[in-house]
């Protein structure tokens, strides 16, 4: 970030909603991380925690739209404080948005709980650590303001996107064999689903620490991935 | 009586400056029609990348001196032809002091010395043959403090195209006061009242007549020096509003404080920092993305 601002209670707000943004991202990384451990232990009571703790997350997003606003009309930001506090607004959104499919992820671990497991879990928790890695990755270069790592998390979309890609015909192939597997395959094709999903939003988060810090949109072009 | 801003094209002194905007400088020159009618209509929202509009004004290089202190430092700026262009900046930048130099009110400064090279729709408005009341008839000025002539409202705004021969009759110098007034927004609140004194008007009152004071000369540019630093916030909305309206005929350069005030209404703005300019862009660009830390701190408030 350049230097202070002349009214220092100004950087104080930039630094509150800064540290919102983080709080809500480590109870998001924490939603994500128990609803896997209940789908892979098969642990009801843990799902239901995940469910619940969804209240909170929410909470703080309302939070961070009202400390937003309160900048918005009384500091009128400019410039790299006005991309700031947008993207606040809008990278809480994604937050929001992962922790409603941890929450859906919990809700798919009871009812997988409660069905004979299909198969030993391998792309799963693959698909789950690399999801993980980029929401970590994503919030620390928020906080760290690092463009380098959130572009970095930003090209390991390709790869979660191959895993679904994956496991989605791994589960057809067992839905195929027996039927009676299809109703926790089509859980586990929701769980990927979410997963995948949850890597977008790592992503449109990564987008917005780039046009925060630069002003500008991290390049689309495919072929500039690699 | 043609003004000699309006006359025909003489040809121009050539620019003596070896920059590399000459050249755009002189384009334009060659393509701005003296004689073209204000175009009404035009002032829709200017893209953000909008093809370089033709400038009205240029500035190149200008330096400028209060007897040994360097005020300006080497400004090259282009003033877009019905477009507004802001010109921020710290107090002490520089950014009065370069707008006078547009209509030449340095002049009656004491002391003040000048380099460089300012055109208005091609032609040096230091030129020797240049006469200077007609310039500023052709570049007008609203102040930061609303200066109304101790006179009633209509001969406020009689007096310029009185001096200016440019009524031929009562009926004709009659419609010129409405259409001004008309034009500032303000006929409606004074039209029953046009004998009492301008200055019995409100403050936000007072700045509209004195913009349709600039204005009943028809000039190419208004200068506007911090014109709603001493009005409230409903006047300064209605001068703001004003503006607006105003590009579609005029071509306006406005100083402000209020950096808010110069990302409404303004599609230029202009950086200054210590006599220079320290950067030029579109104002979407200015305030959302600047492109160098200066303008950045200088925006954000970070400036110590």
Redesign the interface.
Known sequence: MPKEHIVSAYDTDIENLTRQIIEMGGLVEHQLAQCIKALTLRDIDLATRVMDGDDKVDQLEEEIDKAAIRILATRQPMAVDLRLVAMALKISNDLERMADYATNIARRAVSLADTPPVKPLYTIPLMSELAQSMVADVLDAYAQRDTTKAVAAWHRDKQLDEMYTGLFRELVTYMLEDPRNITACIDLMFCAKHLERIGDHACNIAEKIHYMMHGQRINRMPQAAE | MVSPMNAPQQTPRPAQTGSAQTSSAQTGLVQTGLAEPARAGFGAPAPAASPVPEPRMTARNVNLWYGQKQALFEVSLDIPKHQVTALIGPSGCGKSTFLRCLNRMNDTIEGVRMEGDIRLDGRDIYDRSIDVVELRQAVGMVFQKPNPFPKSIYDNIAYGPRIHGLAQDKAELDEIVENSLKGAGLWTEVQDRLDTPGNSLSGGQQQRLCIARAIAVSPEVILMDEPCSALDPIATAHIEELIDALRANFTIAIVTHN??QA?RVSQKTAFFHLGKLIEHDDTEQI????RQ?M???Y??????
Not at chain 2, 287 to 290: E, L, R, S
Not at chain 2, 299 to 304: A, E, K, S, W
């Open positions: 950096m808010q990302a305030f959302t993305n600047p830390s303008t950045q701190d925006i954000t408030g970070r400036f110590g």
